[in-house]
C-alpha cells in the first residue's frame, strides 16, 4: 500500500512538472526571455507579421495578460505607450505596423510606475517608433 501511494505521488509530481514546463514554451517565445524587447532583428525574422499587436502575441504573448490586483474587480489592464506618449490598452498596438518600429519592450508595474508614474499597475509595453522626416530634410 505504501508502495502504490508513493508511485502516485511520484506519478503526478512528474505529471506537474512537465506541465510546467511546456506551459512556459508557448508560441515560439521559448527562445527569448520574457523580459527581453523585441528587435527590429527578430521583427524582421517574422515577415508574417504584420503590426505590434501581433508580433506581441506571437513572439512575447505573456506581455498581454493584465497583472496584479488594481481593484477588486480584477487585474489592471496593459497600458502602451508609444514614443514615451501614453496611448491605452494592447488593442492600440493593432494600428501600429511594424515597418515603423524600431522596438517593442515590457515594463512590469514596478518599472513602469517609475518610468510614467501612477496608473500602470498592470504593466506596460513600450513601442519605440522610428522618428518621421521632418520637412526639408532628406
Known sequence: MHGTRCLTAFVAVSLVTVACAAATQGNGASTRSSREPITVEELVSHQRLSNALEAVQSLRPRWLRPRGPASFSGAAPVIVFMD???????????????????????????????????????????????????????
Open 84 to 138: 514615451n506618449v501614453r496611448m491605452g490598452g494592447v488593442d492600440f498596438l493593432l494600428g501600429i505596423p511594424l515597418d515603423r518600429v524600431t522596438q517593442i519592450r515590457y515594463f512590469d508595474a514596478a518599472d513602469a510606475t517609475t518610468k510614467w508614474g501612477t496608473g500602470v499597475a498592470g504593466g506596460a509595453i513600450e513601442v519605440v517608433t522610428t522618428s518621421p522626416l521632418k520637412p526639408g530634410r532628406a
